[in-house]
C-alpha cells in the first residue's frame, strides 16, 4: 500500500495531517470530496462528534466509574460513521 505525502491543514483550530492510502495514488477524487466536504462544515461535524460522544459514551462511563473510577481514565473515545448516514459507532479502545 501506498501512502500518498500528508497535507497540513487547520481543524477546529488544531493543526491536523491528512493522508490518503491505497493502492493507486492517482485516483483519490472520492477521499479528497469527503476530506473537502468534512472540512468546509467541520464545525456542525464537531458538535456532532462531541454530543454523540457524550450520549453514548457517559452513561456507561458513569455506570463503571461507580465500581472503578480510574477505568477510563488516559483513554480516548474513537467515534465512526460517514458523511451521508452519519454517527454509528463510538468505542473506547484500549
Given at each position: 500500500m501506498t501512502t500518498v505525502?500528508?497535507?497540513r491543514v487547520m481543524s477546529c483550530g488544531h493543526d491536523?495531517?491528512?493522508r490518503f492510502d491505497g493502492p493507486d495514488l492517482?485516483?483519490?477524487s472520492p477521499a479528497?470530496?469527503?476530506a473537502g466536504r468534512l472540512?468546509?462544515?467541520q464545525e456542525i461535524w464537531r458538535r456532532r462528534i462531541e454530543q454523540y460522544a457524550v450520549d453514548t459514551s457517559l452513561?456507561?462511563?458513569n455506570e463503571a466509574w461507580l465500581e472503578d473510577g480510574d477505568l477510563f481514565w488516559g483513554h480516548s473515545i474513537q467515534i465512526g460513521g460517514n458523511l451521508d448516514t452519519g454517527l454509528d459507532?463510538?468505542?473506547i479502545p484500549g
Open positions: 505525502p500528508c497535507v491536523v495531517e491528512v492517482h485516483d483519490h479528497l470530496a469527503t472540512l468546509a462544515e452513561p456507561p462511563k459507532s463510538a468505542d
